[in-house]
Structures are given as structure tokens and as C-alpha cells.
């Protein structure tokens, strides 16, 4: 079986794809619904990504 | 006959109330002979508002609709099939679109975490109660994937619990897996039990 070493960042962020699809799938009715949902949930998780990041490294001084 | 007029109070506590008094340009005998009918007014109105709301009240509670439980052999096969194959439920349902994107999520999400060694959850008593919580949680959520899971059981795959942001990152994706599935096998069962289309 392959082995994959993944970063943080590359790992948040496939992990953020595949939770955002299916979200926005399961979570709305209509096609455009689930679009704007499925980016919403995307950007909110990059910019939790992001933010949490920076305030670890800031927390550590 | 003394003038009633509605004036805007403000209690101590900084509360404003709304209730009926008499001018006080009036003298004082009328006064008195006046407040036990307005009292009494007072009390007959709240009464009959407080009928009208309860009336409107029990209106909402008549005209909200009843969410039966459907016949359990509408859903039971295509929330099976979703459980068993991600994504299936919805092929069955003739969802095919929505179906194959939630196989390739779920699946791919499954297989980094297989990729990235991550550990399966074993439902086994822990050393404190929040360890077990822990262990049972997480062999419920990997046993969610299913196929997924019993292939990697059957075949062997056992990774001990390891050190390590790629091992961590792996049962996560892992648990998350059976987590998104579990989502979908509810929305096959809304679909199946026609409250979504």
C-alpha cells in the first residue's frame, strides 16, 4: 500500500475539500445552494486554516 | 365622567408599562370612584387577550404539520446501500450526480487515511472514562464507512496508535470519512421519505 507524507497545509486543505463537498451537498436543496455552501464551508475552513495557524505561531512568541 | 387615558409608565426598574390611569387634573373623590371599574376593565381585557393568544396559539399548533415516520421499507434499502457504499443510496434514488460526488469525498477521504497510516478505533475500555468515550466514538465513526472498513479489516490493515502529525492527520480523515457518510445515509433518508427532493 502506498504511503503518503502530506503537510499540514496540503492535509487541512484536501480535508477541507472533501468536507465541503459533502456538506454542501447534504445540507441544501438546490444546485446553486449547494455551490454557494459548499464554497462557503470551503473558505471558512481555509481561513480557520489560516487564522489558527497565525495565531499559534504568534502564541509561541 | 373622568377621561381614561392610556399613558406610558416607567417603573423603577427602568421597565416601561403600558396601563390606564386617571388624569390627575381630576379631583381626588372622582378618582377613587373611578378605579375599581378601571381595575376591573383592565383585568376583563387582559383576560380577553390572553384568551386571544392562547386561541392563536393553539391555531399554530393545529396548522403546523406532523412529520410522520415513513414506512420503514421505503428508506431501509437505500440507507443500507448508502451505509454499505458511500454514495449508493443516492444511485438508487436516482441521484446519480450527488451520488458520485459523495463515493469519490468519502472514498478518497478513506483512502488518505489509509495512505497516511492512520490508527482504527478498537471498542475497548480506556484507562478513564474519557479515553473509552474516545475509543467507542471512534470505532462507531470508522465503522461508518462501511465497505471501506470491512475491506481494510479483512485485509489486515492494523496501525498502532504512533507519534506523529501525518499518523494524527490519518485517523482523523479516517473518522471523518464515516462521519461525512453518516451525513449522507441522511440525506438518502430524506430523499427516500420525500421531505427533500
Sequence with gaps: MPRVNLSHFEAAFLFSVFASVVLGITTKKTTRERLNYGAYCFGCFIFALFAIGWAMKLGHG | ?197
Design chain 2, 1 to 197: 365622567m373622568a377621561s381614561i387615558s392610556r399613558t406610558q409608565q416607567t417603573t423603577q426598574s427602568g421597565a416601561t408599562t403600558v396601563g390606564r390611569s386617571v388624569e390627575p387634573s381630576q379631583p381626588a373623590d372622582v378618582q377613587n370612584a373611578v378605579a375599581p371599574a378601571i381595575r376591573e376593565h383592565d383585568a376583563n381585557d387582559s383576560h380577553v387577550t390572553l384568551v386571544k393568544v392562547l386561541r392563536m396559539a393553539e391555531t399554530q399548533v393545529a396548522a403546523a404539520p406532523k412529520q410522520a415516520v415513513p414506512p420503514i421499507n421505503t428508506w431501509i434499502l437505500p440507507v443500507a446501500a448508502a451505509w454499505f457504499i458511500p454514495g449508493l443510496g443516492h444511485f438508487l434514488l436516482k441521484k446519480t450526480g450527488r451520488g458520485a460526488l459523495l463515493f469519490a469525498s468519502i472514498a478518497l477521504m478513506f483512502l488518505f487515511g489509509l495512505f497516511m497510516r492512520g490508527m482504527m478505533f478498537t471498542p475497548e475500555k480506556g484507562a478513564d472514562y474519557l479515553t473509552s468515550l474516545i475509543n467507542y466514538g471512534g470505532f462507531v465513526c470508522d465503522i461508518a464507512s462501511g465497505a471501506f472498513y470491512l475491506c481494510a479489516a479483512i485485509f489486515g490493515y492494523s496501525q498502532p496508535d504512533m507519534p506523529g502529525d501525518v499518523h494524527d492527520y490519518g485517523t482523523k480523515f479516517l473518522v471523518t470519512a464515516g462521519l461525512l457518510n453518516i451525513l449522507a445515509m441522511v440525506d438518502v433518508f430524506e430523499i427516500a421519505a420525500k421531505r427533500r427532493d
